[in-house]
Nanobody, 121 residues
Framework: VQLQASGGGLVQAGDSLRLSCVAS????????MGWFRQAPGKEREFLAA????????LYADSVKGRFTISKDNRKNTLYLQMHSLKLEDTAIYSC???????????????WGQGTQVTVSS
């Protein structure tokens, strides 16, 4: 499976942005898809995850209520809707596929290239 994230860009604080992640190849129903981000000088941070066969979602406390993860199984596409963006949301955002319903990056074994989100004041 190859993953390609897109939709990043330069936005102002308070704006909204939606990221997409298109997966090529088959995604098994037991898979879990997740979003992570990495800011300069920081470790990769879990944001949200969703089961591919169901709508169960998992969120990091830092984005709960502002970010929403969703999917379109027919299009093999994962989304991350982000609202009320803050300066500290500036990072490279990546999508990933794993087999565990988890927030741990080590449980994800396929990673997309990432898309840059920059939030300005």
């Amino acid at each position: 499976v190859q993953l390609q994230a897109s939709g990043g860009g330069l936005v102002q604080a308070g704006d909204s942005l939606r990221l997409s992640c298109v997966a090529s190849g088959r995604i098994f129903s037991s898979s879990v898809m997740g979003w992570f981000r990495q800011a300069p000088g920081k470790e990769r941070e879990f944001l949200a995850a969703i089961r591919w066969s169901r709508d169960s979602t998992l969120y990091a406390d830092s984005v709960k209520g502002r970010f929403t993860i969703s999917k379109d199984n027919r299009k093999n596409t994962l989304y991350l809707q982000m609202h009320s963006l803050k300066l500290e949301d500036t990072a490279i955002y990546s999508c990933a596929k794993g087999s565990q319903y988890s927030s741990r990056r080590y449980d994800y074994n396929f990673w997309g290239q990432g898309t840059q989100v920059t939030v300005s004041s």
